[in-house]
Structure formats: C-alpha cells, structure tokens
C-alpha cells in the first residue's frame, strides 16, 4: 500500500511525457529535396535540408543556378545548421539557424490543413534583413508545389516556384 503513491506518480509522469512527445510531432517534412525557379530573374536554385538522426537538428544547404538576369547571383551558395522546435505555438514549427555568409534566421512553418502549409520567415545575411511568406500544397506524402515572396531590405522582391521531394 505503500508503493503505490510513488507508482501512481511515476505512472502518471511517464503518460505525460508520452502524450509530450506525441504531440511534439507536427506532421512537416524537414527532410527534402527543391527545385525552385525565381521568376523575377529566371533563375533556377537547389535546396536540401535534413534532420539528423532522430534529433530536431536540421543541416540545409542551397545555391542559385542558371541566372537569366545580369544582377542576380549565380552560384549563390549557403549551408546552415539549425534547431526545429516542434509545436511552439498554435501548432507551429519554429527553426532557428546559423549559416554560412554571416546568415542567421527564424522560419515559422504550419499545417494549415487540407494539404496545405503555410510559412514566414526573418534572415540577416551579411548585414542585410530579409522577409518571406510562403504557400505550399502537398501533391502526395512525396511531393509538394509551393509559392514564396521574399524580399530583402535595399533590393527587389522576388517570387518563387518550389517543387520540394519530402524522403
């Protein structure tokens, strides 16, 4: 009779962490491939991205190929490293980063549901801040379609076109 406070309490802790740790998975791919095409300088990128192990640590890495116009960067390559925090708020993932190219940035990323995501985001690379929002529709479990605004402080803005591959 003794035991059974300390097994009651251990118990209900251990549900609580399984219904923690349940609920911490939101659902989004960090693991994936892009090809995105920039149609405000014609231009394509590459980007992947992917947790570590089974950590919320997230390696990504992207670069601009095939520039039409004169202005923009070809060959723009960045890495970063950041931290997923799972369900911070309303449902919402939350990305921290460090990069390459003196880059940091927040990315908010949500399941707004019936197969579409939404996203914004805050970068400062080399001194310059930037903004995006972004849509995404999930063809299948695989692959989803997605549009991007994006502006930086002193340039234009741009829109891109993302096909991602979720692996």
């Known amino acids: 009779m003794k035991h059974i406070l300390p097994i009651l309490t251990i ?14 998975s939101s659902g989004l791919s960090y693991n994936r491939v892009g090809l ?3 149609t405000d300088s014609k231009g394509y990128s590459l980007s992947a991205s992917a ?6 640590f997230l390696v990504s890495a992207s670069t601009t190929i095939d520039s039409k116009n004169a202005g923009a960067a070809n060959g723009a390559d960045s890495v970063s490293l950041g931290y997923v925090f799972k369900n911070v708020a ?9 990069g390459s190219n003196e880059s940091y940035g927040l990315g908010i990323r949500k399941d ?7 996203s914004v985001g805050y970068s400062r690379e080399a001194g310059v801040n930037g903004y995006s ?15 991007e605004y994006s502006k930086a402080s ?6 891109s076109i993302v096909l991602h591959y979720n692996f």
């Open 11 to 24: 118990t209900t802790l251990a549900a609580a962490a399984s219904a923690q740790s349940a609920a911490a």
């Open 36 to 38: 995105g095409y920039d």
């Open 51 to 56: 947790l570590i192990g089974g950590s919320n």
């Open 90 to 98: 309303f449902g919402a993932d939350a990305t921290l980063s460090v």
């Open 112 to 118: 707004l549901g019936s197969n579409i995501e939404g």
């Open 133 to 147: 929002i972004g849509l995404a529709y999930n063809l299948t479990k695989q692959y989803q379609l997605g549009v």
């Open 154 to 159: 002193g340039a234009s803005s741009e829109t």
